[in-house]
């Protein structure tokens, strides 16, 4: 693991630091390593949600009705969870 030097007001060092004397973490560096990989997993969840976003303008208008696309996502949920038994 490398090692890397921030300058922070004191007001977040002190909050850091804090935290990092938490249940959750065992330091303020697992903290703020936890505030990283939390960001990255944000990053990640736009990012596909945007490609989800522009695939769907991309296909077109669907020729489904409202009901249609209820009764095909009422299938597809009844197939997952069916199929973990």
């Known amino acids: 693991m ?4 921030l300058s922070l ?5 002190d909050w850091s630091a804090e ?3 938490s249940e959750h973490y065992k330091d303020a560096s697992d903290y703020v390593c936890d505030l990283i990989r939390k960001d990255q997993e944000k990053e990640q969840k736009i990012n596909n949600m945007s490609t989800a976003v522009q695939e ?16 095909l996502a ?5 197939a997952k969870t069916h199929d973990g038994l």
């Open 74 to 78: 009422l299938t597809h949920h009844h």
């Open 19 to 21: 935290k990092g004397k």
């Open 9 to 13: 007001p004191d007001q977040i060092k």
């Open 56 to 71: 769907a303008m991309e296909s077109g208008i669907s020729s489904h009705t409202i009901e249609d696309l209820f009764d």
């Open 2 to 5: 490398a090692n890397v030097n």
